[in-house]
């Protein structure tokens, strides 16, 4: 089978892609420096860790959920991790240019990688409603619109609501699945014949999927403290993050058996509402005094997530497979 591009498209799109990392390259040579760390080597290995949590759930989680299309599984991975790597490079700079006020190099540390790879998160998050309809050219084209749009809206907030790193990243949720149903939208319609066979999901559970949802649901809670400094905060975070994860995973398990007539449990129930209780208890995850009321918050999530799947937006998904 023959190349959507073109030939001549086919030539050029690695070399723009090239331009634009030689771009980046001298960008990083003038503007950007490592800044001295101040920390201790035990808080500087604490923070590493929890910077390769976040990793993890990018690159390993959000990649391999996104695997359950029939013609677009692996290369949804290694799209996974184009999009990570380019823009984490992007959001780094962005928010050196977008926070300081004074002219000078950008101070690049561990903390500021990390924040760069959240930020980069939600380009993920929005790829996966659009993969399989769009080529890699588009997909470039969205991660340098999102992550200049969502670190624009992080330094609106910071500076004239002054919400703090933390509340601004869990805003990522919401912002990157609007922003991803948005770009569908704009899609043409109908899909040309090849892209609604490539927008076809696999007729059997993806074990791969799976995987990536349990990374997900693994390193959830690091990703919700990553930005929090005080360590009772952090605690808090950790903690109620994983109630609230543990309540949404067995109130969406049930629901979808519940919800079948056969019994059956419907994978992509689970890939769905899994993690809804984490998504639900993050901005406030460390203001969570008790575990019961994060566990509310799993409880209806899991709900919320599991009914609309099934009268909204997924409806055929109670015939099971």
Not at 73 to 100: E, K, M, P, R, Y
Not at 136 to 152: G, H, I, K, R
Not at 275 to 280: N, P
């Amino acid at each position: 089978m023959g190349s959507k591009y073109q030939q001549s498209v086919r030539g050029c799109l690695p070399l723009w892609i090239l331009m634009l990392e030689l771009i980046l390259l001298l960008v990083f040579f003038f503007f950007t420096s490592y800044g001295t760390y101040s920390k201790d080597q035990k808080e500087l290995l604490g923070t590493y860790r929890g910077f390769q949590d976040v990793v993890i759930i990018a690159a390993l989680g959000l990649g391999f959920l996104n695997t359950s299309l029939r013609r677009h599984c692996w290369s949804s991975v290694a799209f996974n991790l184009f999009l990570l790597a380019l823009g984490v490079q992007l959001t780094v700079l962005l928010d050196g240019f977008l926070n300081h006020i004074f002219f000078g190099k950008i101070n690049i540390n561990l903390t500021s990688i990390q924040r760069a790879t959240m930020s980069a998160t939600s380009v993920l998050i929005s790829a996966g409603a659009i993969l399989g309809k769009v080529n890699l050219v588009q997909l470039v084209f969205m991660t340098v619109t999102e992550v200049t749009a969502f670190s624009t809206t992080r330094m609106v907030a910071k500076r004239f609501l002054e919400a703090d790193n933390h509340v601004t990243m869990m805003y990522i949720h919401v912002f990157a699945a609007y922003f991803g149903l948005t770009v569908g939208c704009c899609l043409p319609r109908p899909l040309p014949t090849g892209g609604k066979e490539k927008d076809q999901t696999a007729t059997s559970p993806s074990l791969f999927a799976m995987l990536g949802t349990l990374f997900l649901w693994m390193f959830w809670p690091s990703f919700n403290s990553a930005l929090l400094t005080i360590p009772d905060e952090r605690k808090k975070a950790v903690f109620n993050t994983y109630y609230a994860l543990a309540v949404s995973a067995v109130t969406a398990i049930s629901m979808s058996a519940l919800i079948h007539p056969k019994g059956k449990i419907s994978m992509t129930h689970i890939h769905n509402a899994v993690l809804a209780g984490g998504v639900a208890v993050g901005a406030p995850c460390y203001l969570i005094h008790s575990p019961w009321l994060a566990m509310v918050l799993g409880f209806i999530a899991g709900l919320t997530s599991i009914g609309g799947a099934k009268v909204l937006l997924f409806p055929h998904l109670a015939s099971g497979y």
